[in-house]
């Protein structure tokens, strides 16, 4: 795909998004601006539901809400049917105020808080995937103080990572999340759970990475997986209900990202586990996954209006927007790529190589390093193509700079479901010092 089938345009050349002219939403709403396409949104949503629908098996898609966690999300993904995982009290919050149901939310985390496992559990949520030891023990006082059940899984490291199309295969995974497999903490961890009337176990979990663009990797985690819960048949009589795979499947953030379709990952996944569970005799178990960034990321548009402009005598000139880092930290945090386009001429053919600059007090705040574009001037607005995923959520107030809004446009209608933050907003927070003297 290039980057002309990937944004649409109206009968005056001006960039569309969810049908409505951004122009038009830059001029209504402001600049610095989230927009999401919601069609864009849903049909992900559904090539996922669609893709496991004809391998007729079990399945969950949990929409990993940490790429953007707002209301207007979660009500999304709850009319369209799905789960969500939540890693924190403050997304767990926002979805049950969003009306999301407690028994769809599985919740996530390698340092779940004492406060937040209680209000897990006191909000009856569906699921709590156990991470470590210090965790297990947790739950059990909780669970016995108030005297309560609660469904769980075992997050566990296969010792596979993978990003891109490579993938590593390592004994056990340095990582903070979860039960390593190789040195038996997983199995430890099954039979301190298995040990305790009040937490059902109805599955494992794992998580390879993050802007996977093959399936490799998740066959062979399928295969590591399997493998364990074969052990755990033959020795312990157990087979979990629930295989969670965790997400990862990647989008084309430029044209260098040779994505797969939803199809494709979830057809070849979930042959895989057919293959493996058949071969050991195993139950088909329902099969989750747990996509962020492949839900929200290709929807979302950061609108931002050019401002000053830097010629530097043999070097790329800069062009400076008035947003960046603070609301899509990517590109300073992973040297993350984006494309761009003016929003009132997308097509227009390219004359010069610019960097796109943020307007934060930092050398890294570049948005783009290298960015083809037609003549711009200050005024015009700029579109940053696929932002929706981990930007307006990991948004900041650095340097004090209000958050942008956050709009929704679908069948050529645009809704705010994120105000613009005010001045006021800033300081509400702060207090005065009283000072002596
Ligand atoms: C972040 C995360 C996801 C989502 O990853 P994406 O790359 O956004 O699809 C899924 N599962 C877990 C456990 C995660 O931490």
């Known amino acids: 795909?290039?980057?002309?089938?990937?944004y649409q345009t109206n009968t005056q050349g001006h960039l569309i998004i969810g049908g409505v002219d951004a122009l038009e939403l830059a001029k209504k709403f402001g600049t610095p601006l989230v927009v999401y396409d919601v069609q864009k949104i849903k049909r992900q949503f559904q090539a996922f539901q669609n893709a496991f629908e004809?391998?007729?098996?079990d399945y969950a898609i949990s929409y990993a809400s940490k790429a953007f966690a707002t209301m207007a999300i979660y009500q999304v993904i709850n009319k369209l049917g799905g789960h969500i995982d939540v890693v924190s009290g403050g997304e767990l919050f926002t979805a049950l105020k969003a009306g999301f149901p407690a028994a769809k939310i599985s919740f996530h985390g390698n340092n779940k808080t004492p406060d937040e496992l209680l209000m897990a559990v006191q909000n009856h949520v569906g699921v709590i995937i156990l991470d470590n030891f210090t965790e297990i023990k947790l739950l059990k006082r909780i669970l016995k103080q108030t005297n309560t059940r609660v469904q769980v899984m075992l997050r566990v490291t296969p010792?596979?990572?993978?990003?891109t199309h490579e993938y590593d295969q390592t004994g056990q995974e340095d990582s903070k999340f979860g039960f390593d497999i190789r040195s038996g903490q997983a199995e430890q961890a099954f039979l301190q759970v298995k040990a305790n009337p009040q937490m059902e176990l109805i599955g494992l979990h794992a998580h390879i990475g993050s802007q996977i663009l093959a399936a490799e990797g998740f066959k062979l985690e399928v295969e590591k997986l399997l493998k364990l819960v074969n052990d755990w048949k033959q020795k312990y009589d157990y087979q979990p209900r629930v295989l969670n795979l965790g997400g990862g499947f990647g989008i084309r953030y430029t044209a260098q990202d040779d994505t797969l379709t939803a199809q494709t990952f979830i057809s070849q996944i979930v042959q895989k586990v057919k293959k493996c569970a058949q071969a050991s005799h195993l139950k088909m178990p329902a099969i989750w996954i747990e996509p962020g960034r492949s839900i929200v990321g290709e929807a979302g548009y950061n609108l931002y209006t050019i401002g000053a402009r830097k010629?530097?005598?043999?070097?790329?000139p800069y062009v400076a927007?008035?947003?960046?880092?603070g609301d899509n930290i990517r590109p300073a945090l992973y040297q993350a790529e984006y494309e761009a386009?003016?929003?009132?001429?997308?097509?227009?053919?390219?004359?010069?190589?610019v960097r796109l600059a943020g307007r934060y007090c930092e050398s890294g705040d570049i948005i783009i390093n290298k960015l083809a574009l037609p003549k711009s001037k200050p005024g015009d607005v700029i579109a940053v193509l696929a932002t929706g995923a981990y930007g307006y959520s990991m948004a900041a107030n650095y340097n004090r700079v209000p958050r942008p809004a956050v709009v929704f446009a679908e069948n050529g209608q645009?809704?705010?479901?994120?105000?613009?933050?005010?001045y006021a907003d800033i300081v509400s927070h702060d207090r005065f010092y009283q000072m002596e003297g």
């Open 54 to 57: 004809k391998e007729q098996v």
């Open 414 to 422: 645009a809704q705010v479901v994120v105000t613009r933050e005010t």
């Open 159 to 163: 010792g596979v990572s993978a990003h």
């Open 341 to 353: 386009v003016l929003a009132e001429k997308p097509h227009a053919e390219p004359v010069e190589t």
């Open 321 to 325: 927007v008035d947003g960046g880092m």
């Open 1 to 6: 795909m290039t980057a002309n089938d990937y």
């Open 311 to 316: 010629e530097v005598p043999g070097l790329l």
